[in-house]
Protein backbone atom coordinates (compact mmCIF):
# COMPACT_ATOMS: atom_id res chain seq x y z
CA UNK A 1 0.00 0.00 0.00
CA UNK A 2 1.28 3.56 -1.00
CA UNK A 3 1.78 6.16 1.75
CA UNK A 4 -0.58 8.34 -0.70
CA UNK A 5 -3.40 6.16 -0.27
CA UNK A 6 -3.08 5.20 3.82
CA UNK A 7 -5.65 7.08 5.13
CA UNK A 8 -4.67 9.60 8.39
CA UNK A 9 -7.19 7.06 10.94
CA UNK A 10 -5.91 3.79 9.67
CA UNK A 11 -2.19 4.84 9.71
CA UNK A 12 -3.09 5.90 13.49
CA UNK A 13 -4.43 2.06 13.76
CA UNK A 14 -1.10 0.76 12.07
CA UNK A 15 0.76 2.94 14.66
CA UNK A 16 -1.23 2.02 18.00
CA UNK A 17 -0.69 -1.83 16.87
CA UNK A 18 3.21 -1.58 15.78
CA UNK A 19 3.79 0.17 19.53
CA UNK A 20 1.96 -2.62 21.14
CA UNK A 21 4.10 -5.35 19.35
CA UNK A 22 7.05 -3.85 20.37
CA UNK A 23 6.40 -3.16 23.97
CA UNK A 24 4.98 -6.70 24.26
CA UNK A 25 8.40 -8.18 22.62
CA UNK A 26 10.73 -6.19 24.61
CA UNK A 27 8.75 -7.27 27.93
CA UNK A 28 8.94 -10.54 27.15
CA UNK A 29 13.29 -9.82 25.73
CA UNK A 30 13.29 -8.67 29.28
CA UNK A 31 11.63 -10.69 31.43
CA UNK A 32 13.59 -14.18 29.40
CA UNK A 33 16.66 -11.83 30.53
CA UNK A 34 16.46 -11.21 34.33
CA UNK A 35 13.30 -13.52 35.06
CA UNK A 36 12.01 -11.04 37.69
CA UNK A 37 8.45 -10.59 37.40
CA UNK A 38 8.44 -7.04 38.84
CA UNK A 39 11.17 -5.60 36.54
CA UNK A 40 8.41 -6.88 34.06
CA UNK A 41 5.77 -5.63 36.24
CA UNK A 42 7.87 -1.86 35.98
CA UNK A 43 8.06 -1.91 32.13
CA UNK A 44 4.67 -2.50 31.87
CA UNK A 45 3.42 0.42 34.02
CA UNK A 46 6.06 2.69 31.92
CA UNK A 47 4.85 1.32 28.91
CA UNK A 48 1.18 2.09 29.76
CA UNK A 49 1.94 5.56 30.97
CA UNK A 50 4.20 6.21 27.80
CA UNK A 51 1.28 4.76 25.56
CA UNK A 52 -1.33 6.84 27.34
CA UNK A 53 1.03 10.04 26.03
CA UNK A 54 1.18 8.90 22.99
CA UNK A 55 -2.45 8.67 22.81
CA UNK A 56 -3.24 11.87 24.22
CA UNK A 57 -1.12 12.86 21.82
CA UNK A 58 -1.99 11.83 18.78
CA UNK A 59 -5.76 12.29 19.38
CA UNK A 60 -4.91 15.84 19.79
CA UNK A 61 -3.44 15.71 16.19
CA UNK A 62 -6.30 13.82 14.85
CA UNK A 63 -8.63 16.38 15.91
CA UNK A 64 -6.65 19.63 15.24
CA UNK A 65 -5.70 17.94 11.67
CA UNK A 66 -9.67 17.55 11.57
CA UNK A 67 -10.65 21.02 12.46
CA UNK A 68 -7.69 22.13 9.88
CA UNK A 69 -8.77 20.27 7.23
CA UNK A 70 -12.86 21.38 7.90
CA UNK A 71 -11.72 24.86 8.05
CA UNK A 72 -9.48 24.85 4.47
CA UNK A 73 -12.62 23.33 2.83
CA UNK A 74 -14.63 25.57 4.23
CA UNK A 75 -12.93 28.11 3.16
CA UNK A 76 -11.72 26.84 -0.45
CA UNK A 77 -15.64 26.63 -1.03
CA UNK A 78 -16.12 30.47 -0.24
CA UNK A 79 -13.14 31.38 -2.55
CA UNK A 80 -15.15 29.48 -5.10
CA UNK A 81 -18.19 30.83 -4.03
CA UNK A 82 -16.39 34.68 -3.64
CA UNK A 83 -18.03 34.68 -0.14
CA UNK A 84 -14.95 35.56 1.85
CA UNK A 85 -11.06 36.31 1.45
CA UNK A 86 -9.00 33.85 3.74
CA UNK A 87 -7.77 35.18 6.80
CA UNK A 88 -3.73 34.44 7.50
CA UNK A 89 -3.01 33.46 11.29
CA UNK A 90 0.50 34.55 11.53
CA UNK A 91 0.32 33.79 15.43
CA UNK A 92 -0.71 29.72 14.18
CA UNK A 93 1.74 26.85 13.93
CA UNK A 94 4.37 27.61 11.05
CA UNK A 95 2.86 25.01 8.88
CA UNK A 96 -0.76 26.35 9.12
CA UNK A 97 0.38 29.95 8.75
CA UNK A 98 3.00 29.21 5.52
CA UNK A 99 -0.45 27.75 4.03
CA UNK A 100 -3.15 30.29 5.20
CA UNK A 101 -0.58 32.56 3.27
CA UNK A 102 -0.79 30.76 -0.11
CA UNK A 103 -4.10 30.28 0.60
CA UNK A 104 -4.49 34.32 1.16
CA UNK A 105 -2.29 35.00 -2.01
CA UNK A 106 -4.25 32.48 -4.13
CA UNK A 107 -7.35 33.83 -3.53
CA UNK A 108 -6.03 37.41 -4.12
CA UNK A 109 -4.95 35.96 -7.75
CA UNK A 110 -7.98 34.61 -8.28
CA UNK A 111 -9.77 37.90 -7.69
CA UNK A 112 -7.87 39.88 -10.18
CA UNK A 113 -8.55 37.51 -12.87
CA UNK A 114 -12.29 37.18 -11.99
CA UNK A 115 -11.78 41.57 -12.00
CA UNK A 116 -10.41 41.05 -15.49
CA UNK A 117 -12.57 38.70 -16.84
CA UNK A 118 -15.27 40.96 -15.75
CA UNK A 119 -13.74 44.23 -17.52
CA UNK A 120 -12.58 42.87 -20.57
CA UNK A 121 -16.19 41.25 -20.62
CA UNK A 122 -17.54 44.36 -20.91
CA UNK A 123 -15.79 46.28 -22.87
CA UNK A 124 -16.51 43.54 -25.40
CA UNK A 125 -19.91 43.81 -24.83
CA UNK A 126 -19.43 47.61 -25.73
CA UNK A 127 -17.38 46.86 -28.63
CA UNK A 128 -19.78 44.89 -30.13
CA UNK A 129 -23.09 47.23 -29.64
CA UNK A 130 -20.64 49.74 -30.57
CA UNK A 131 -19.68 48.59 -34.18
CA UNK A 132 -23.63 47.27 -34.65
CA UNK A 133 -24.29 50.74 -33.73
CA UNK A 134 -21.81 52.72 -36.08
CA UNK A 135 -22.62 49.72 -38.93
CA UNK A 136 -26.18 50.29 -38.99
CA UNK A 137 -26.46 53.62 -40.88
CA UNK A 138 -23.86 52.94 -43.94
CA UNK A 139 -25.42 49.58 -44.50
CA UNK A 140 -29.13 50.20 -44.29
CA UNK A 141 -27.84 53.00 -46.80
CA UNK A 142 -26.32 50.95 -48.95
CA UNK A 143 -29.38 48.16 -48.92
CA UNK A 144 -31.68 51.08 -50.09
CA UNK A 145 -29.18 52.22 -53.02
CA UNK A 146 -29.18 48.68 -53.85
CA UNK A 147 -32.74 47.96 -53.96
CA UNK A 148 -33.49 51.21 -55.90
CA UNK A 149 -31.06 50.36 -58.90
CA UNK A 150 -32.47 46.93 -58.76
CA UNK A 151 -36.26 47.31 -59.04
CA UNK A 152 -36.84 50.79 -60.55
CA UNK A 153 -35.32 52.04 -63.59
CA UNK A 154 -33.22 55.04 -63.05
CA UNK A 155 -31.56 57.21 -66.09
CA UNK A 156 -27.49 57.49 -66.26
CA UNK A 157 -27.07 60.43 -64.28
CA UNK A 158 -28.65 59.01 -61.25
CA UNK A 159 -27.30 55.70 -61.42
CA UNK A 160 -24.08 57.90 -61.27
CA UNK A 161 -25.19 59.69 -58.24
CA UNK A 162 -26.73 56.52 -56.64
CA UNK A 163 -22.90 55.08 -57.27
CA UNK A 164 -21.21 57.53 -56.11
CA UNK A 165 -23.69 57.42 -53.07
CA UNK A 166 -22.32 53.40 -52.74
CA UNK A 167 -19.21 54.37 -52.73
CA UNK A 168 -19.24 56.89 -49.97
CA UNK A 169 -21.41 54.46 -47.44
CA UNK A 170 -18.38 51.71 -48.55
CA UNK A 171 -15.26 53.89 -47.53
CA UNK A 172 -17.17 54.96 -44.43
CA UNK A 173 -17.91 50.94 -43.36
CA UNK A 174 -14.10 50.60 -44.43
CA UNK A 175 -12.76 53.13 -42.05
CA UNK A 176 -14.87 52.10 -39.55
CA UNK A 177 -13.81 48.38 -39.58
CA UNK A 178 -10.17 49.27 -39.70
CA UNK A 179 -10.17 51.93 -37.09
CA UNK A 180 -12.04 49.13 -35.18
CA UNK A 181 -9.43 46.68 -35.84
CA UNK A 182 -6.47 48.72 -34.75
CA UNK A 183 -8.37 49.85 -31.81
CA UNK A 184 -9.33 46.24 -30.74
CA UNK A 185 -5.45 45.22 -31.58
CA UNK A 186 -4.30 48.00 -29.12
CA UNK A 187 -6.72 47.25 -26.34
CA UNK A 188 -6.24 43.14 -26.51
CA UNK A 189 -2.15 43.46 -26.67
CA UNK A 190 -2.65 41.87 -29.99
CA UNK A 191 -0.24 44.75 -31.06
CA UNK A 192 3.31 46.24 -28.60
CA UNK A 193 4.58 49.20 -29.13
CA UNK A 194 7.91 49.03 -29.41
CA UNK A 195 9.80 52.41 -28.08
CA UNK A 196 13.48 53.78 -30.24
CA UNK A 197 15.17 56.52 -29.68
CA UNK A 198 14.07 58.40 -33.58
CA UNK A 199 13.62 61.85 -34.61
CA UNK A 200 10.33 63.51 -33.66
CA UNK A 201 10.44 65.12 -37.35
CA UNK A 202 10.28 61.96 -38.92
CA UNK A 203 7.46 60.78 -37.25
CA UNK A 204 5.33 64.44 -37.82
CA UNK A 205 6.18 64.07 -41.17
CA UNK A 206 4.02 61.05 -41.76
CA UNK A 207 1.53 61.96 -40.29
CA UNK A 208 1.28 65.51 -41.68
CA UNK A 209 1.78 63.19 -45.40
CA UNK A 210 -1.99 61.74 -44.01
CA UNK A 211 -3.86 65.30 -44.40
CA UNK A 212 -2.00 67.02 -47.48
CA UNK A 213 -4.92 66.81 -49.97
CA UNK A 214 -7.53 67.63 -47.28
CA UNK A 215 -5.37 70.86 -46.71
CA UNK A 216 -5.32 71.42 -50.10
CA UNK A 217 -9.13 71.18 -51.04
CA UNK A 218 -9.84 73.69 -48.18
CA UNK A 219 -6.84 76.18 -48.57
CA UNK A 220 -6.17 75.49 -44.97
CA UNK A 221 -2.79 76.90 -44.05
CA UNK A 222 -0.49 74.77 -41.88
CA UNK A 223 2.41 75.82 -39.58
CA UNK A 224 4.92 73.73 -38.43
CA UNK A 225 7.61 74.19 -35.94
CA UNK A 226 10.06 71.07 -34.89
CA UNK A 227 13.61 71.30 -34.63
CA UNK A 228 14.79 68.56 -36.87
CA UNK A 229 17.67 66.93 -34.55
CA UNK A 230 14.89 66.41 -31.85
CA UNK A 231 14.71 62.86 -30.60
CA UNK A 232 12.42 60.98 -28.12
CA UNK A 233 11.82 57.18 -27.17
CA UNK A 234 8.77 56.61 -28.80
CA UNK A 235 6.79 53.98 -31.25
CA UNK A 236 7.35 56.12 -34.29
CA UNK A 237 4.68 54.19 -36.35
CA UNK A 238 1.73 54.41 -33.98
CA UNK A 239 2.95 57.69 -32.76
CA UNK A 240 2.32 59.37 -35.91
CA UNK A 241 -1.25 57.34 -36.34
CA UNK A 242 -2.16 59.33 -33.12
CA UNK A 243 -0.79 62.78 -34.79
CA UNK A 244 -2.66 61.88 -37.80
CA UNK A 245 -5.78 61.77 -36.41
CA UNK A 246 -4.71 65.12 -34.20
CA UNK A 247 -4.42 66.85 -37.19
CA UNK A 248 -7.26 65.12 -39.64
CA UNK A 249 -10.16 66.47 -36.47
CA UNK A 250 -8.31 70.11 -36.77
CA UNK A 251 -8.90 69.77 -40.71
CA UNK A 252 -12.42 68.83 -40.24
CA UNK A 253 -13.45 71.47 -37.98
CA UNK A 254 -11.15 74.52 -39.20
CA UNK A 255 -12.96 76.52 -41.47
CA UNK A 256 -11.71 76.90 -45.43
CA UNK A 257 -8.72 79.55 -45.75
CA UNK A 258 -8.26 78.79 -42.02
CA UNK A 259 -4.61 77.74 -40.06
CA UNK A 260 -3.25 75.09 -38.22
CA UNK A 261 -0.29 75.21 -36.31
CA UNK A 262 1.86 72.74 -34.91
CA UNK A 263 4.47 73.39 -32.50
CA UNK A 264 7.25 70.87 -30.52
CA UNK A 265 8.77 71.56 -27.65
CA UNK A 266 11.68 69.67 -25.73
CA UNK A 267 11.10 69.91 -22.36
CA UNK A 268 12.69 68.53 -19.02
CA UNK A 269 10.22 65.52 -18.33
CA UNK A 270 8.43 65.55 -21.38
CA UNK A 271 8.41 66.38 -25.53
CA UNK A 272 5.33 68.49 -25.65
CA UNK A 273 3.15 68.47 -29.26
CA UNK A 274 1.17 71.01 -29.64
CA UNK A 275 -2.00 70.75 -32.37
CA UNK A 276 -3.55 73.86 -32.66
CA UNK A 277 -6.53 75.56 -34.93
CA UNK A 278 -8.45 77.92 -35.28
CA UNK A 279 -11.67 75.85 -36.10
CA UNK A 280 -15.44 76.49 -33.74
CA UNK A 281 -13.93 75.08 -30.53
CA UNK A 282 -15.49 72.80 -27.80
CA UNK A 283 -17.26 73.49 -25.33
CA UNK A 284 -15.47 72.93 -21.51
CA UNK A 285 -18.34 70.81 -20.57
CA UNK A 286 -17.30 68.28 -23.57
CA UNK A 287 -13.53 68.25 -23.13
CA UNK A 288 -13.52 64.77 -20.97
CA UNK A 289 -16.40 63.08 -23.21
CA UNK A 290 -14.43 64.07 -26.57
CA UNK A 291 -11.74 61.13 -25.92
CA UNK A 292 -14.59 58.53 -25.56
CA UNK A 293 -14.70 55.95 -28.12
CA UNK A 294 -17.53 57.22 -30.94
CA UNK A 295 -18.39 59.77 -29.24
CA UNK A 296 -19.50 62.81 -30.73
CA UNK A 297 -20.83 66.54 -30.27
CA UNK A 298 -24.57 67.11 -31.12
CA UNK A 299 -23.36 70.35 -33.12
CA UNK A 300 -20.96 68.37 -35.45
CA UNK A 301 -23.21 65.75 -37.02
CA UNK A 302 -22.49 67.33 -40.21
CA UNK A 303 -19.17 66.86 -40.46
CA UNK A 304 -18.21 63.62 -41.62
CA UNK A 305 -16.63 61.23 -38.66
CA UNK A 306 -17.15 58.34 -36.20
CA UNK A 307 -16.18 59.43 -32.98
CA UNK A 308 -13.13 57.13 -32.84
CA UNK A 309 -10.11 59.07 -34.03
CA UNK A 310 -9.34 61.16 -30.41
CA UNK A 311 -9.86 58.07 -28.76
CA UNK A 312 -7.49 55.78 -30.97
CA UNK A 313 -4.79 59.13 -30.03
CA UNK A 314 -5.49 58.73 -26.32
CA UNK A 315 -4.76 54.84 -26.00
CA UNK A 316 -1.66 55.35 -28.16
CA UNK A 317 -0.08 58.35 -26.53
CA UNK A 318 -1.40 56.69 -22.75
CA UNK A 319 0.08 53.33 -23.70
CA UNK A 320 3.75 55.07 -24.45
CA UNK A 321 3.69 56.53 -20.70
CA UNK A 322 1.94 59.87 -21.67
CA UNK A 323 -0.86 61.92 -21.75
CA UNK A 324 -3.19 64.85 -23.70
CA UNK A 325 -5.15 67.36 -22.85
CA UNK A 326 -7.32 69.59 -24.48
CA UNK A 327 -7.63 73.30 -24.29
CA UNK A 328 -10.62 75.13 -26.19
CA UNK A 329 -12.64 78.44 -26.21
CA UNK A 330 -16.05 77.64 -28.64
CA UNK A 331 -15.65 80.20 -31.86
CA UNK A 332 -11.52 80.03 -30.92
CA UNK A 333 -10.51 77.07 -31.96
CA UNK A 334 -8.74 74.24 -29.89
CA UNK A 335 -5.26 72.96 -28.87
CA UNK A 336 -3.94 69.52 -28.40
CA UNK A 337 -1.33 69.01 -26.18
CA UNK A 338 0.83 65.67 -26.59
CA UNK A 339 3.20 64.37 -23.68
CA UNK A 340 6.00 62.23 -24.70
CA UNK A 341 7.93 61.21 -21.87
CA UNK A 342 11.50 61.79 -22.47
CA UNK A 343 12.70 58.23 -21.30
Wanted: charged share 30%.
Amino acid sequence: MELKDLSVRKFLRLFFTGIIMTAVILLLVLFWMTRDIRVVGYGMLLTVIIFAWVAIFLHYFEKKLELFTDGLCRTLDDMMDHAVCPETDYEAETLFSRISHRLERLYNVMRKDRELIAKEKGELQSLLSDISHQTKTPIANLKMLNETLLERPVDEERRYDFLKAARSQLDKLDFLIQAMVKTSRLETGVIKLEKRNEPMADTLSSAINGILSSLEKKQIVLSVDCPDALSVSHDSRWTSEALFNLLDNAVKYTPAGGNIRVVVQDWEMYLRIDVSDNGRGIPEREHAAIFKRFYREESVHDVEGIGIGLYLAREIITMQGGYIKVTSEVGKGSTFSVFLPRR
